[in-house]
């Protein structure tokens, strides 16, 4: 079952730097943003519960044939309930520009003298899955060293000894004589960690240019995951992972779990793309030639992160519904203000739609800001989340 939102994205420009306090929708400069109660008054976190709905509006650069940009109109439920209102969902993903990368830890290596083992890495990300089928597939082999002549055949090799063998073998360039041939350092880093812990961390993924042609649609969420096996003897055309099921012999852990970056400037520019059309009184189309795009306004401040605000309503008018809708066209709107440490916009415009919708869920991650890692043990991160889809 598949259903339908008519959405209406308001993005502040970094220069608005305080909600609205005078005047009505008819007044707004273009850009800012404001929050109106039901008489088109200004909406403050002291009297908007009281309108009987609320409107969010943006003025615009044209305004021929059309006035400012304003969503339909929204009932909250401060309160909790007993408010008959509108509101079906209301959240927000607060920005994060740095996402997260993959960290997996192999340890308790159980490998005895002379013993072949092959560790193996399969990494998925969008871009990785349109150059390899199920994704980036590659192993190492190695042997361990031979037994000395008073040493114990049944010993296991110390782990440090392995994982300087299995950092030898990854880090090698890829044969052939092409730099740019891909091999394990184009994706991971490797690093030995105390002697019984090898670390292996996914790459940032590569930021690849945005095209000046306003009607594409370039920006894309992806993320690198990958799993890691280790397991005994040679790296063969079988399937490892049913093969080799009962042969493993080091232990992978994922750590830290790849995320995706949130409010990056180019993401909200996409939402600005892809909704276009309900933004707009006329002229809904983007062309390839900027002069046919009129009505097409950016407010996105490239470099900038911005916390987004969804929220999805039906019609406020009853009578306005369809009888026989087997699924109702509701709206949404999403609101993307800009983080900015100077002054915290962002706090204004939350404080006023908490007092007319309730309080605001967070649905974003927790941002780590930086992607370094250093050679002590990581603060697990693990989920209850499946290690199939790291």
């Known amino acids: 079952m598949a259903d339908f939102s008519l959405t209406t994205v ?20 273009p850009g800012i943003v404001g929050i109106f ?15 009987p709905y609320f409107y969010v509006a943006q003025g615009r650069t044209n305004t021929y044939l059309q006035g400012s940009k304003r969503s339909d ?25 740095t996402a997260a990368n993959q960290i997996t830890d192999v340890t308790n290596f159980t490998v005895q003298c002379g013993e072949t083992i092959t560790l193996t890495l399969r990494a998925h990300s969008s871009y990785i899955d349109t150059l390899y089928f199920n994704g980036f597939t590659r192993s190492v082999t190695i042997q361990a060293p031979c037994c000395g002549c008073d040493e114990n055949p049944c010993d296991d090799v110390s782990d440090d000894t392995i994982i ?21 350092n184009t994706f991971f880093t490797f690093e030995n960690v105390g002697g019984t ?3 292996i961390t996914g790459k940032p993924l590569t930021q690849y240019g945005q095209p000046c042609d ?11 995951s990958f799993r890691t096996f280790v397991y005994a003897g040679p790296a063969t055309t ?29 993401e909200i520019a996409q939402l600005e793309k892809n909704f276009y059309s309900y933004q707009a009184g006329y002229l809904k189309h983007l062309y390839r030639m900027n002069g046919y795009n009129g009505n097409f306004e950016s407010w996105v401040s490239d470099g900038s992160t911005y916390t987004t605000y969804y929220i999805r309503f039906n019609e406020y008018n009853k009578s306005e519904y369809q009888w026989g809708d087997y699924i109702m066209q509701d709206s949404t709107v999403i609101i993307a203000v800009p983080v900015k440490t100077s002054n915290d916009i962002t706090t204004a415009f939350e404080a006023i739609l908490v007092a007319g919708l309730g309080t605001v869920v967070d649905q ?3 941002c780590i800001t930086t992607t370094t890692t250093t050679s002590s043990a990581p603060v697990s991160t693990t989920t209850t989340t499946s290690t199939n889809i790291p």
């Open 10 to 29: 308001f993005v502040v420009p970094v220069t608005q730097d305080a909600v609205v306090s005078s005047g009505s929708t008819q007044d707004l400069d």
């Open 37 to 51: 109660k039901s008489d088109y008054s200004v909406a403050t976190a002291g009297n908007i519960a009281a309108s």
């Open 73 to 97: 109109k929204i009932k909250g439920c401060p309160s909790g309930s007993g408010c008959n209102s509108n509101v079906t969902e209301w959240y927000k993903v607060s920005g994060c520009p």
């Open 164 to 184: 300087n063998l299995l950092i030898a073998k990854l880090t090698q360039q890829a044969p052939g004589i092409n730099p740019d041939n891909i091999n394990f």
């Open 197 to 199: 812990i090898l670390r």
């Open 214 to 224: 306003i009607a594409a649609f370039p920006f894309e969420y992806d993320r690198m």
């Open 238 to 266: 079988a399937d490892f992972i049913v093969a080799d099921a009962c042969n493993l012999v080091a232990n992978p852990i994922i750590t830290q779990r790849a995320s995706y970056a949130t409010g990056q400037s180019a």
């Open 364 to 366: 974003g991650i927790p």
